[in-house]
């Protein structure tokens, strides 16, 4: 999302925020180069060499983090113990299929009626290709992998509180971005062959930024035009003969029109460096990793045992839980560690300083939504051959709709029917599934024609009200990671946290791998000490 | 469009002599179930471990400005309404909340939430929540 919406356009601050972008752009170079970037740090575990001394570890949770701590450690000799609240393993890496059934805080119980082989990534859904901790475990665990189509020019684009002739319409991606880019290099190409940039560059420098931008933009060499370009696309596609023959180019829009339309405002959405490609799903659903770790850890999991309270001494740490039946288990281990997201933890009975307690107060937790929409024709595919992508749009509550990468000229596919955060989130996750639905149908209704004739079910989910999350993943400010997530980082006495909250991958479930990996290590050199 | 329905229903209600309950403004209710009732429950009630109660509890009835603030910044897991929100829903919303379910608290005026907001440096409302 870019930060550019709103702000008044004119040619000067443009060519400045054009520079400035490139400044980040070098600054987020510098800071990979110096191991503070966002992209995964680790590309495996630690070496846990040496004894585990017969040391008792009690884990927290059966999420990736919890899970990768349990694998690591069982190699190493530990002998670990998992408590896990639900009656199965994954934490938010759950995929929705057939049966699959969600009950939120204060919502009505949801059963997934999906077709055979439908399903919905409602939680993690992408991994991108630098998140070499969890590229560790699909290798390491045989997974399949397929591409994630995270960025496709022949998406639509639609954006209906813009203003100008394009507010309303339905745009291809690749057509936009050619225009913008276009018409862009253009204004800079002739305002610099102009002289108008001379006192800040060289004269070969001047040729060469020119260069660029004839290229850049398909610019005529000899009077600087946009006047359109393939990539673009075309209003009748080239074929035989002489009808269509060479087919038809689209002609640009108007520069001011594309302005206007402020779609440029998601040119940048993909750019990201955790939003790049390549990126990748698990062939079958993102619960294949928490599958292929449960079948390794799983015999060493409680299930549906709820943590009631954590205490600790210099002897040892006591886990007390209460199991789905009502009764209370008790779990004793030298060593605890936590991956209970902060959202929940903050209410939990645990053992420690009044300032790691008071720490966790430093974090928010994202409220977030999904919903799968199952259409019993891939008419994205047929009629308008998009396949895969987002669909980005200003639809309000919608963020995005995304296509399934999955399932290519099938008969069915379920797609992503929103995606949204913060207020937007709470105002959807009031309504009940099928008005969260509605508000997803008439969105898609807009962009495609076929959307609600082609609707069948859906299933839906709003982390800050399933139980166990209360929301989607940490955001720290920068308040709270100065003051209190360093703390957090560090154990309490014999109590590790550990978890995509304590990482800078925040989000992902490498940040809770690279995380769990990190306080495995710490935990074994105490132990070797 | 969803501000004119609002407005719309109001304007129907108040002609259509409906019996608007006293304490707050017609539609208040209904912008709290659609912003707030998600986490704080319909009636306010909570749940106990996620959702505070907003029924009975201190904070709400206490300082108008400091519970705007709280909408217009969030807290924990509460996003901020800063950019969805007008000042006079706040202020109706809190009005309506401070006045329901057993609360007897002041009403909140456009021009305290609108105060409030001058307060929120751009950085405290959490930035535009990124995709993952």
């Known amino acids: 999302m870019s930060n550019l919406i709103g702000t008044p356009f004119s040619r000067r601050n443009f060519i400045e925020r054009l520079g400035a972008t490139g400044g980040v752009a070098l600054a987020m170079a510098g800071m990979e180069a110096l191991g503070f970037g966002i992209g995964s740090a680790h590309a495996a575990p630690p070496n846990l060499s040496g004894s585990a001394k017969g040391k008792k570890v009690v884990i927290l949770g059966a999420g990736l983090a919890g899970m990768t701590a349990a694998h690591e450690l069982g190699k190493a000799g530990y002998d670990c113990r998992v408590i896990e609240a639900r009656s199965f393993a994954g934490g938010r890496c759950q995929t929705s299929r057939a049966g699959f059934s969600l009950t939120e805080l204060g919502g009505q119980t949801q059963t997934n009626d999906f077709a055979e082989g439908q399903y919905i990534n409602h939680g993690p859904w992408r991994i991108p290709y630098h998140h070499l901790s969890t590229l560790h475990y699909t290798k390491a665990f045989a997974i399949p992998l397929e591409v994630f189509v995270n960025d496709n020019d022949a998406a639509y684009m639609y954006y209906e509180n813009g203003t100008g002739p394009l507010a309303g319409k339905r745009i291809r991606k690749g057509r936009m971005t050619a225009d913008m880019r276009g018409h862009t290099a253009e204004i800079l190409a002739k305002i610099t062959r102009k002289g108008g940039l001379d006192d800040q560059m060289t004269p070969a420098d001047r040729d060469a930024f020119i260069g660029y931008l004839i290229s850049e933009g398909y610019l005529t060499w000899k009077d600087l035009d946009y006047v359109g370009t393939e990539g673009a696309g075309f209003e009748v596609l080239p074929g035989a003969g002489i009808d269509p023959g060479p087919g038809q180019l689209y002609t640009p829009f108007p520069f001011a029109d594309v302005l206007h339309s402020k779609l440029w405002n998601q040119l940048s959405s993909v750019a990201r460096f955790d939003m790049q490609r390549t990126m990748f799903q698990p062939a079958g659903g993102m619960d294949r990793i928490a599958k292929a770790f449960e079948s390794r850890v799983g015999p060493r999991i409680t299930y549906s045992a709820v943590v009631q309270q954590v205490r600790q001494s210099p002897e040892g740490v006591t886990v007390n839980y209460l199991d789905s039946a009502g009764h209370s288990g008790v779990a004793n281990a030298d060593y605890c560690i936590c991956t209970i997201p902060l959202s929940v933890l903050k209410s939990i009975d645990m053992q420690v300083s009044p300032r790691f307690k008071q720490a966790m107060n430093g974090v928010s937790y994202a409220p977030v939504g999904k919903i799968g929409l199952q259409m019993k024709r891939r008419f994205w595919e047929e009629d308008h051959q998009i396949y895969g992508g987002h669909i980005l749009t200003d639809i309000r509550g919608i963020g995005a709709i995304s296509l399934p990468s999955t399932g290519w000229q099938g008969q069915r596919g379920v797609l992503l029917g929103y995606y949204h955060f913060g207020a937007d989130a709470a105002r959807i996750s009031a309504k009940s599934p099928a008005d969260r639905a509605a508000v997803a149908l008439a969105a898609g209704q807009k962009i495609f024609p076929d959307y609600q004739d082609n609707y069948e079910t859906s299933f839906s989910v709003a982390w800050h009200r399933v139980e166990h999350n209360l929301g989607g993943w940490a955001e720290w400010n920068a308040d709270g990671r100065r003051d209190d997530y360093p703390i957090l980082c560090e154990p309490d006495g014999r109590i590790y946290l550990s978890g995509e909250h304590l990482s800078y991958i925040g989000g992902w479930q490498a940040g809770a791998i690279e995380s769990a990996w990190q306080q495995i290590a710490k935990l074994h050199r105490r132990v070797q000490a | ?132």
């Open chain 2, 1 to 132: 469009m969803r501000r004119v329905g609002v407005v719309l229903g109001a304007v129907l209600a108040a002609s259509l002599g409906l019996a608007v309950e006293p304490g707050f403004a017609a539609g208040a209710d209904q912008l709290f179930a659609e912003n707030c009732a998600a986490c704080h429950q319909a009636a306010g009630q909570g749940i106990k471990g996620a959702f505070p109660a907003l029924a009975g509890d201190a904070f709400v009835q206490g300082d108008p400005g400091q519970a705007a603030f709280v909408v217009l910044n969030g807290r924990g897991g509460m996003p901020t309404f800063a950019p969805d929100l007008s000042d006079d829903q706040i202020a109706q919303i809190l009005t309506y909340v401070r006045s329901s379910w057993g609360n007897k608290a002041s009403p909140v005026t456009s021009a305290m939430v609108a105060a409030a907001r001058l307060k929120s440096k751009p950085d405290d409302a959490r930035s535009a929540l990124q995709a993952h």
